[in-house]
């Protein structure tokens, strides 16, 4: 069974800070999504990387695929408010079986 | 113009009963699914659909059985409700096919709590 394990499970910080959220795994995906989720809202997708070692930006945000597509990171600089919510990321196996497997999950609160 | 919706968004029930969740997507995809969000947030399909053919089953009790009456649509029903199945349940559309990454849109949620 495929696992992805986010680090850390909480975090809270000052606005302004910078802080990285981590997703590892000792599978390899074909690709990896990273999704927000804010309180009574349905999660949504932010980015998806799919090549070892891809950098994406969307932002304040900064989206690392590892080398050998088993981990990847966000960094998140400056942090608002408007960033508190649970960041899952969830990988795609590509082995047929149409699905994603989600991590456990980053609950980030932003102090203003 | 909502892109994947579900009703109820709420729903109160006793143990035993039985209820239905609906979805629907009007993003043209044609793949659809069924999660569960424990209080721990910790989120955990169950069931996908596409073009109205089951191709994920998890392990999920028989209580529950999910209908596609056509690819827009994926309802859930739930017999014999247990306290344990109180959560919040996401139904999610994607596209299927070369060069897709399964990037799920997700509804709202529908949040279930049995008393």
């Known amino acids: 069974t495929q696992l992805l394990e986010q680090s850390p499970q909480f975090l809270s910080i000052q606005e302004g800070e910078n802080l990285t959220v981590y997703c590892n795994s000792s599978?390899?995906?074909?690709?990896l999504q990273w999704y927000r989720q804010e309180p009574g809202e349905g999660p949504v997708l932010l980015v998806t990387?799919?090549?070892?070692?891809e950098v994406k930006k969307l932002k304040r945000l900064t989206f690392q695929f590892g080398d050998a597509r088993k981990d990847s990171s966000l960094h998140i600089t400056a942090a608002q408010p408007g960033d508190t919510g649970l960041y899952l990321c969830?990988?795609?196996?590509?082995?047929?079986?149409?699905?994603?497997?989600f991590g456990t999950g980053t609950r980030l609160t932003i102090i203003p | 113009d909502t892109a994947v919706s579900q009703t109820p968004k709420y729903l109160v029930t006793q143990m035993g009963n039985d209820k239905s969740i609906k979805c629907e997507q009007n993003?043209?995809?044609?793949?659809m699914y069924w999660y569960k969000q424990d209080s721990k947030k910790f989120l955990k399909i169950m069931f996908s659909?596409?073009?109205?053919?089951?191709?994920i089953n998890e392990t999920v009790p028989n209580r529950f059985s999910p209908k596609s009456p056509d690819k827009a649509h994926l309802n859930l029903h739930i017999n014999s409700l247990e306290l344990g199945d109180s959560a919040v349940y996401f139904c999610?559309?994607?596209?299927?096919?070369?060069?897709?990454?399964?990037?799920?849109?997700f509804g709202p949620g529908t949040r279930l709590t049995v008393t």
């Open positions: 999610a559309s994607s596209l299927r096919g070369t060069g897709t990454f399964h990037e799920q849109y």
């Open positions: 599978s390899v995906f074909s690709s």
């Open positions: 990387v799919v090549t070892g070692g």
């Open positions: 969830a990988g795609d196996d590509n082995f047929g079986n149409e699905k994603l497997t």
């Open positions: 993003l043209g995809h044609d793949t």
């Open positions: 659909y596409n073009n109205k053919e089951l191709i």
